[in-house]
């Protein structure tokens, strides 16, 4: 059974750092788009970023320029690294597979990340 877990959650100061990983078993990690996302209190899901197979990555404008996606096939990992953090980016940060066919999404359990002083 697929299963993505994610780590490196916590508590953070406005402009602190944070690294994320998430590791993947029971999937064929290097055929899968990797992706990020965060859900705040009250709101939507929404996408942070994503790296494709071939390593083309994609963010959105809220965090273009602080966060960084990765991957390592070997380790069957995806990473966000997440500088200069705000306020705003306190959410609950989830990891996401997709394969090639229709509906084949993976879900982690999501990990907390708050930013406050």
């Known amino acids: 059974q697929v299963h993505l877990a994610e780590t490196g959650g916590g508590l953070v100061q406005p402009w602190g750092s944070l690294r994320l990983s998430c590791a993947a078993s029971?999937?064929?990690?290097?055929?899968?788009?990797m992706g990020w996302y965060r859900q705040a209190p009250g709101k939507q899901r929404e996408l942070v970023a994503q790296?494709?197979?071939?390593?083309?990555?994609n963010y959105a404008d809220s965090v273009k320029g602080r966060f960084t996606i990765s991957r390592d096939n070997a380790k069957n990992t995806v990473y966000l690294q997440m500088n200069s953090l705000k306020v705003e980016d306190t959410a609950v940060y989830y990891c996401?597979?997709?394969?090639?066919?229709?509906?084949?999404?993976?879900w982690g359990q999501g990990t907390q990340v708050t930013v406050s002083s």
């Open positions: 790296i494709t197979t071939g390593g083309t990555t």
């Open positions: 996401n597979a997709a394969g090639a066919f229709v509906g084949e999404v993976y």
């Open positions: 029971c999937i064929i990690f290097s055929i899968y788009d």
